[in-house]
């Protein structure tokens, strides 16, 4: 009995946390490190991880889907950071498209990252 418990439990447990992993995932793990606010941001480990979740599958490489906006290297990506599209569109500022197109915007933590990678000067780190 308390066997069965115990597995309906994890079971629940399992299919609550699988249902809203991807678009909560730093409300429920807020300091595992998933989107920390407060650690490093450097292009490879956080940026580019980060894009290829939600931007690299319309603007990068051969991908057709991204209005001919090219995404997927350091100089495609940091030219958008330059020009100041990459923020406005995720920050969803007027006059530029809101990014990542149809779907939620990236969380406050997310973009905090973005803002911190755009404003350390958006090094090849
Ligand atoms: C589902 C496909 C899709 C995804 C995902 C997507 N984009 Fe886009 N993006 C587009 C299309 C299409 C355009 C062309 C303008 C339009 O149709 O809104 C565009 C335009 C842009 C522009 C130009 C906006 C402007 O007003 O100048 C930027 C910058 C941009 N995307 C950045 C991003 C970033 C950063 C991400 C990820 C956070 C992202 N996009 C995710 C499809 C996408």
Do not use: R
């Amino acid at each position: 009995m308390k066997i069965k418990f115990t597995l309906i439990s994890i079971s629940l447990i399992l299919f609550f946390l699988s249902s809203c992993y991807y678009d909560k995932e730093d409300e429920l793990y807020p300091a595992s490190g998933i989107c920390d606010a407060t650690v490093a941001v450097t292009y490879s480990a956080q940026i580019v991880p980060l894009f290829q979740q939600y931007c690299y599958s319309c603007h990068g490489g051969n991908a057709s889907s991204g209005g001919g906006i090219p995404m997927g290297t350091y100089t495609t990506d940091k030219a958008m950071a330059l020009n100041g599209s990459l923020y406005g569109s995720i920050t969803h500022t007027s006059n530029f498209s809101t990014m990542p197109k149809g779907m939620n915007k990236l969380t406050a933590c997310q973009i905090g990252k973005v803002k911190k990678w755009i404003d350390g000067g958006s090094l090849n780190n």
